[in-house]
């Protein structure tokens, strides 16, 4: 590569790597947490799900038994799903199609329904640390659309960033992957760690780059699509994604007997063998045109994408459509499905997470080792001072927010078990406001070691009490919750001990290098 090639894509690289950041900071950290939410969920409510439990498995006419006691279900349509591995069903319910309905049918309703004591809760009840951390990597927190749009932009200029990187490293990017010269100055070791742990990390970032930018930014660039191809009606775009399910209208002749849904769903599971029902849709509850449409996939180790679905009449039994797993894959599958089990990490197991979760942390050095060399680079006497004393602040303040988002993590964990049951007003209250102080106070300090070493220091500390908290709290020490299999409590204590006490091993190996800083 020519030098004016190599200056253009390395000011590129340095650019956009500079801009985004903060912000691709905290979406790999709360990102590599997502990869155990349900874990950190089903920790936090001190409940156990088995890992190989997939799928529904509980009676939906036991469901449905339960929610007719508070809601008037006929002509209504209803969703009953499980995304996560937690012992709650979600459940979605439309209003009424019945221009006769009472009051209580008028309206739609969403909660979650536990599959063990048949409780209800609403999703602010129901939140978890496990959920914020989840949907803080992709800012939902920021009102809709706009923190989704952020994300995915943050996504689509970390891609340039990986591929401009990759371009200028290109030459020597063998050889300088086996380069590590740590008693030399502060910008080699910068630079050094930073080619090393990004050539190791590359194509873990660059899938999340693009599956990132894909999930994000899809329906905004099917936007043109929208207005040019479908007259701008944004529902028959989404149906013919296979998001949405189109409408079916109400028959107005109230069945004397509602059909067992239970029934089509062990019929479905007869019909296609380790086959993982995720949803079950209930189209005009209780009409004569009452339709039951039961969703799943296979299982993984069966088949890598595999999605199904089949369509009754529920008054004959009659299908009314069907998707078969085994034959039936779309492209359109392939593509959404292989992009999911991609950015979720679910297609090889817990190891895979495990490996992910550690690559995610890596990718969290690459950017702040990619920031300090982009200051020290420039903190040279020909260089005025104004300018020098900018650039110090600004990396202070990058790395103050980063760094401080270790110590509150583990402040949090330790919050919602100590305060437990808590809500998300909680979560977010003691997250955001406690990530504010803690920031503060390591930009007020103005001093890059002092940020470093001991966001580390604290947050190893703080992290050492999470499991013992949760003895206390519970009784369910992580030696009895082994003992008693219950692995995601396990998993969470040792979890911590040992993230605590690796990042308690680095904070020894800081040493003081700056001056000016």
Known sequence: MNKRSY???FHLHTISGIIISAALF???FTGSFSFFRDEIANWQKNEEVTPIETGITLNIDKVIDSIEKNYTLYGRDLEIGKHYNERRLDINMSASKDSLATENAKTGAFFYLDTKTFNTYNYIESYTLGEFLYRLHFFAQIPYPFGYYLSGFIAFFFLFAIITGVLIHWDKIVSNFYIFRP???LKTIWTDAHTALGLIGLPFQFVYAVTGAFFMLS???????VMLLYDGNQQK??????????PVPLAYKELETVPSVEKYIEQTRQKWNNFNISHVHIYNFGDADM?????GELDRNKKFTGNGKIIYQATNGEVLAEKNPFTDTSYLDGVKNIMYRLHYGDYGGFSIRIISFILGLISCFVIISGVLIWLVARDKKNVPEKKRKFNTALVNIYLAISMAMYPITALTFIAVKAFGPVDQTFIYQFYFIGWLIISLGFIFRKSLYFTNKYALLSGSIIGFFVPITNGIVTGNWFWLAYNNGQFQSFF???FWLILAIITLLVTFKIKKKETSH
């Open 7 to 9: 200056n253009i894509f």
């Open 492 to 494: 969470i204590d040792v």
């Open 237 to 246: 775009l989404y149906e013919d994604l296979e998001y949405f399910d189109k």
């Open 183 to 185: 008693k030399t100055k």
């Open 26 to 28: 905290v979406i790999f």
């Open 291 to 295: 339709r039951i449409a039961v969703e």
């Open 219 to 225: 329906l905004l660039m099917a936007a043109p699509s």
